[in-house]
């Protein structure tokens, strides 16, 4: 698609964000243990090894979240993206991936393509992605299960499309934040921050 | 065929037989003249020809002859070759025939071969089946025979069963009657658990409605309790109405308060502008003080000059005393003459003095202004010098370029266009340096219009000042507030809080965490019931169990009693034997060994002087005895030392202390 193009054009933009948000969130549903590892099958992406579900009835919902995520991201009308992971037993919540999304709507009026190579945008993606591994290693341990659930921040005076519904927040009593790396493709530009609750031992 | 053959022969014949007879005839007379040789020559020829057809007409008959036999002989064989070949085609249909009954009986034969040896196979079996058969049937036959005999003692068993079923027939015919009974029992039981059920149900009615009028109880209490919470809300606000009347009837006074604060502001802001006005009429007064200060000391000169003046007045007096009167009323008309003059004179003088004054006041005035200006000319003239330094360097410095150009470029073209820049760079210089001074001329107009507001001046600077610094503490103060409101934006972004009226959350209404929820209160749900289930099946069970397993219920009581019956006996076996345990090695050892707590072992010898004496003994953790301080232990030290210490045994030293007790006794 955009790999035989020069440029980046809004649509294409849109596609390589909500391709790395389907790996991402893949990929962090593996390391937090939320699905058993061997549900999981590897495969090879942005020049490196991820882990990808098997389970048809996660990737039926991601598919239907990441879809419909694209067509937001094409009418620059999302403004986050949060992966929630719940306790199933008390219900509160214990981590909170976040994924700000600034869009340049400037990119919607002119159809010009953007001068960014694929190759940068997918070292950057790589960062990124290399550094969600990393995080895992100073995040508390999720001891009981756990279910996750993804958020979308989108304008208010979006249309909502049917099977989706308005939620909370679903913020952390008592959180700590850090902030990770981000990439931009020129036209959207991707902040990623998690947060978790904070554990009373430490 | 043959008939026309017949006929074509006998008709060639007959033509040939007219055609020899016919040319004899002709050749004959023709030929009669002839020479007889040649008439026999021809003759001969004729006959010889006539042969020669006849040969010819006869071969051509066998010809046809043949031919017809040869037709015939073809058409005789083709029929026997048809023949033949129906024979044959006949004949080997006939060999298929016989080929496929061949192959069917052969394929029937080896079909029967295979049966013949799945019967003999089947043969075989069926008679060691029969073999087998025979074996069980002999077995069975033995069963059989065993079974009758069994019969048999069945049928008497059967026949003394019989017996007691009639006896058994008998009790239960009593046990009916019995059963009866109870039964009517039963009824008249149920007919009073009918009755306690509906004692029951009322009292359950009762329950519900004392319920129902305690909870009605309880939310009146709640009203009661509201309704205090109200009346108590309301006496603050009547007392909060109370103070606020107060307050506002203390309005008007605070208004008027507020207006005499108002006219006192105004007031005081105008006496502050009087006090500055005041203030310059007191130096102005100050400055006039101290001319009059001046005045004064002149005066007092003045004054001793008078009195100098006088002095020599009276010398002169005196002088025109001693000289004449005429001239002292001349002299003192000239004297008081000059004395008016002269006071005219002082007075003019000291007018011209005040009026010097005035006049070096405002010269000194005009000096310090001109001080001033001259102070700021300097100022002005060392700028414009340095000014002039730095332009003469840059004119220099162009002068310097310009002549590189010109040294450097031969062509004309380029010096015009340069002395042009040049000389729009000097206009422009020119231009700026003009607006400099001007600008300077006007800001030194400016301070020195306002010599006498210097003070004013200096009083709004630093008011002007003052000002500054409070603004810029409170920009600071306001940055400060700035980043950390900053700083909790950004923490409440990255906690994930958002503005409600720019933006939504939206999730799928199927999403993992509410499946996950819901089959969890699936399982939460499926295992109440379970649980309530189980429990009315366990009461169900324990209900009824109670009215059907009576008698077990009994039995089990019985054994349960029993059982107690059989711990009691147990404990008191062994009280008593523990109690001949002790008695016995009382008597045997002469210690009684009483267990005072745990591991602590107190023993109290048989010839023991005094009641209290005892040896204490403690049990260590690992298991080796040691004896405690007792009163006794102390007057026995000696022998702890050689026995416990020395020798290392309890035993020796506890018969060693039954000793000793026992030679003191018996001395006693």
Redo the contacts between chains.
């Keep these: 698609m955009t790999s035989t193009l020069k440029g980046i054009t809004l649509k294409g933009s849109a596609e390589l964000v909500a391709e790395f948000f389907s790996f991402g969130i893949n990929s962090i549903l593996y390391q937090r243990g939320i699905y058993p590892p061997e549900t999981f099958t590897r495969i090879t992406h942005y020049d490196m090894s991820l882990q990808l579900t098997t389970d048809p009835k996660l990737k039926n919902y991601l598919t239907n979240v990441v879809s419909q995520l694209k067509e937001w991201l094409f009418e620059c009308t999302v403004q986050k993206l949060v992966l929630v992971i719940t306790c199933l037993e008390t219900s509160e919540v214990l981590e909170r991936w976040q994924f700000d999304i600034e869009c340049d709507k400037s990119a919607k009026e002119s159809s010009a393509p953007r001068e960014k190579s694929i190759k940068t945008i997918q070292d950057e993606i790589r960062s990124v992605i290399r550094q969600i591994t990393a995080t895992i290693t100073f995040l508390p341990l999720l001891e009981t299960p756990c279910a996750f659930d993804l958020l979308v921040y989108t304008d208010k005076d979006l249309l909502v499309p049917d099977k989706w519904e308005e939620s909370g927040p679903n913020i952390i009593n008592q959180s700590e934040e850090v902030r990770l790396r981000s990439f931009t493709t020129s036209i959207h530009k991707v902040n990623s921050m998690v947060a978790y609750k904070r554990t009373d031992s430490v | 065929m043959d008939l026309d053959d017949d006929t074509s022969v006998l008709s060639t014949l007959k033509s040939f037989n007219s055609f020899i007879s016919l040319p004899e005839h002709p050749q004959r007379p023709s030929d009669h003249s002839a020479t007889g040789s040649g008439i026999l020559h021809n003759q001969y020829k004729r006959s010889m020809e006539l042969l020669e057809a006849a040969e010819k007409v006869q071969s051509k008959n066998r010809y046809l002859q043949l031919d017809q036999e040869k037709k015939r002989m073809e058409m005789s064989h083709k029929r026997a070759r048809f023949e033949l070949e129906r024979a044959v085609s006949d004949n080997a249909r006939d060999l298929e025939h016989e080929v496929d009954r061949n192959q069917d009986l052969v394929g029937r034969i080896k079909k029967l071969e295979g049966r013949e040896t799945d019967a003999a196979k089947n043969l075989c079996e069926q008679v060691e089946a029969s073999r087998a058969l025979r074996k069980n049937l002999d077995g069975l036959n033995k069963k059989i025979d065993e079974r009758d005999s069994r019969l048999n003692t069945a049928n008497q068993t059967i026949s003394s069963m019989k017996d007691e079923i009639r006896e058994l027939k008998q009790q239960m015919q009593n046990k009916d009657s019995t059963i009866s009974a109870q039964t009517l029992e039963n009824q008249e039981l149920q007919e009073q658990l009918d009755l306690q059920r509906r004692k029951y149900q009322e009292v359950s009615q009762l329950c519900q409605s004392l319920q129902a009028a305690e909870s009605s109880c309880s939310e009146h209490v709640i009203k009661i309790k509201e309704l205090e919470r109200r009346l108590a809300f309301q006496e603050e606000d009547i007392a909060i109405v109370k103070t606020v009347k107060l307050e506002v009837a203390r309005l008007p006074d605070l208004e008027k308060e507020l207006k005499r604060l108002r006219d006192d502001n105004a007031f005081l802001r105008e006496s502050r502008e009087n006090c500055s006005l005041l203030k310059e009429e007191v130096e102005g007064l100050r400055r006039k003080l101290e001319r009059m200060e001046k005045t004064k000391e002149e005066l007092v000169n003045m004054e001793l000059e008078k009195e100098r003046l006088a002095e020599k007045l009276k010398a002169w007096e005196n002088l025109g005393q001693s000289t004449g009167l005429n001239i002292r009323s001349e002299s003192s008309h000239t004297f008081h003459l000059l004395i008016s003059c002269h006071s005219v004179s002082v007075r003019s003088v000291e007018r011209s003095q005040a009026e010097l004054r005035a006049e070096l006041s405002q010269q000194r005035s005009r000096t310090m202004e001109e001080q001033k200006k001259r102070e700021a000319q300097d100022a002005l003239v060392r700028r414009l010098q340095k000014r002039i330094l730095l332009l003469t360097k840059e004119r220099d410095g162009m002068r310097a370029i310009l002549e590189s150009y010109d040294s450097e470029l031969a062509p004309t073209e380029y010096s015009p266009q340069l002395s042009k820049r040049l000389r729009e760079a000097e206009d422009i210089l020119q231009k700026t340096q003009n607006h400099n001074a001007e600008m300077e001329v006007r800001v030194h107009t400016y301070t020195n219009s306002k010599p006498q507001a210097n003070a004013c001046a200096r009083t709004f600077f630093s008011s002007s000042r003052q000002k500054i610094e409070d603004l810029e503490a409170e920009r600071q103060r306001l940055e400060e507030q700035n980043n950390i409101l900053e700083m909790r934006l950004e ?1 409440h ?6 503005d ?18 819901q089959q ?1 209160q699936q399982e939460v749900d499926a295992l109440r019931e379970e649980v309530t289930h189980l429990r009315e099946l366990v009461r169900s069970l324990q209900d009824g169990g109670a009215l059907v397993h009576s008698q077990d219920e009994s039995n089990l009581r019985k054994q349960m009693e029993s059982s107690e019956l059989r711990n009691q006996r147990l404990k008191e076996v062994f009280q008593r034997k523990i109690q001949e345990f002790r008695t016995v090695c009382y008597v045997l050892t002469g210690y009684q060994i009483d267990i005072t707590t745990e591991n602590q072992y107190r023993l109290a010898s048989v010839y023991a002087e005094h009641m209290d004496d005892s040896l204490l003994f403690k049990k260590g953790s690992s298991g080796s005895m040691q004896l405690m301080e007792t009163e006794f232990s102390k007057t026995l030290g000696e022998m702890v030392a050689l026995h416990l210490h020395h020798q290392k045994s309890i035993p020796a030293f506890l018969s060693a202390v039954t000793l000793d007790l026992f030679s003191r006794q018996t001395t006693l």
């Design positions: 923490r972004n990255l906690q994930g809080d958002y409600p009226v720019k933006t939504r959350v939206l999730h799928l209404k199927m999403n993992p965490t509410s499946v996950a929820k969890r």
